[in-house]
T-cell receptor, first 113, second 113 residues
Framework: DAKTTQPNSMESNEEEPVHLPCNHS???????IHWYRQLPSQGPEYVIH???SNVNNRMASLAIAEDRKSSTLILHRATLRDAAVYYC??????????????FGQGTTLQVKP | NAGVTQTPKFQVLKTGQSMTLQCAQD?????MSWYRQDPGMGLRLIHY???????DQGEVPNGYNVSRSTTEDFPLRLLSAAPSQTSVYFC????????????FGQGTRLTVV
């Protein structure tokens, strides 16, 4: 599986935008980029995913570089509830159908009031 | 909807004891997985299944067994508990496909003394 690299931690002020980067220089053409987050003492939850084009949903936006070697998760107005560990994951089941979802270390986001 | 349900939420075992962590999902998802999360670490994949009767090893399978007799259930068995297995265990389910969203349970906090 292609590897992702994320900063260990980031800080943000409440109600300001947050840009969480992810590098994936060895991404293949069929890898989907997924983001999950884990709130304290909870299981991970899905945030957003994309393949080539930028994506928006009610939680966040995902900006994907033209060469797909990096992506950025954008929280438009951070709230205290957004303090969590954010994981960037690449997935490509292709013909192997392995079903594996592999997590890295993620980025711990701290939101200050 | 119940989603992914894990039982028990907390468990204390003595070294050498065996037990089964239960995971059930009501979304008819083919794929299910078990992860462990040690303090301050990301999730590591233990075992996963792409359908009833089909299981495979993840990153850290030693000391654990799984079976998948139905689509709904994916129990994780600890054969002889060791202190190194003290961790929080998460179960997840999702439909097949590189773009699909995974759903996680709330976790089982296991302490082996």
């Amino acid at each position: 599986d292609a590897k992702t690299t994320q900063p260990n931690s980031m800080e943000s002020n409440e109600e300001e935008p947050v840009h969480l980067p992810c590098n994936h220089s060895t991404i293949s053409g069929t890898d989907y980029i997924h983001w999950y987050r884990q709130l304290p003492s909870q299981g991970p939850e899905y945030v957003i995913h994309g393949l080539t084009s930028n994506v928006n949903n009610r939680m966040a936006s995902l900006a994907i570089a033209e060469d797909r070697k990096s992506s950025t998760l954008i929280l438009h107005r951070a709230t205290l509830r957004d303090a969590a560990v954010y994981y960037c994951i690449l997935r490509d089941e292709g013909s192997s159908n392995t079903g594996k979802l592999i997590f890295g270390q993620g980025t711990t986001l701290q939101v200050k009031p | 909807n119940a989603g992914v349900t894990q039982t028990p939420k907390f468990q204390v075992l003595k070294t050498g004891q065996s037990m089964t962590l239960q995971c059930a999902q009501d979304m008819n998802h083919e794929y299910m997985s078990w992860y462990r999360q040690d303090p301050g670490m990301g999730l590591r994949l233990i075992h996963y299944s792409v359908g009833a009767g089909i299981t495979d090893q993840g990153e850290v399978p030693n000391g654990y067994n799984v079976s998948r007799s139905t689509t709904e259930d994916f129990p994780l068995r600890l054969l002889s508990a060791a202190p190194s297995q003290t961790s929080v265990y998460f179960c997840a389910s999702r439909p097949p496909g590189s773009y699909t969203e995974a759903f996680f349970g709330q976790g089982t906090r296991l302490t082996v003394v």
